[in-house]
Nanobody, 123 residues
Framework: QVQLVESGGGLVQAGGSLRLSCAAS????????TGWFRQAPGKAREIVAA????????YYADSVQDRFTIARDNAKNTVLLQMNSLKPEDTAVYYC????????????????WGQGTQVTVSS
């Protein structure tokens, strides 16, 4: 299996930026598609962005399109989420996850999860 640990969360004002990172350990990290998910109080967990095994394909939720960028570096076993133009509604716990499935845009397909990191965006 693969183990995932998120970092980089914190407090930022609206319009600012944060970069989240996900450090992966375990065998054959490059065999997993990876994604970022978030869950805000009172809301269901939702997919934010996902990236294919080799990084050639990406998916973004409509709510973050053109503001967030997902990237991966398989040599370093890391997945990044660059978040720009942050809004208060982006406030949530953000989770990194990995899947062996080809259907990377579906949360139910993700097998492995990190512990989450808090992102808070103030007005």
């Amino acid at each position: 299996q693969v183990q995932l640990v998120e970092s980089g969360g914190g407090l930022v004002q609206a319009g600012g930026s944060l970069r989240l990172s996900c450090a992966a350990s375990g065998r054959t990290f490059s065999s997993y598609a990876t994604g970022w998910f978030r869950q805000a109080p009172g809301k269901a967990r939702e997919i934010v962005a996902a990236i294919s095994r080799g990084g050639g394909s990406t998916y973004y939720a409509d709510s973050v399109q053109d503001r967030f960028t997902i990237a991966r570096d398989n040599a370093k076993n890391t997945v990044l989420l660059q978040m720009n133009s942050l809004k208060p509604e982006d406030t949530a716990v953000y989770y990194c996850a990995a899947t062996t499935s080809w259907t990377m845009g579906y949360m139910a397909r993700y097998n492995y999860w990190g512990q989450g990191t808090q992102v808070t965006v103030s007005s």
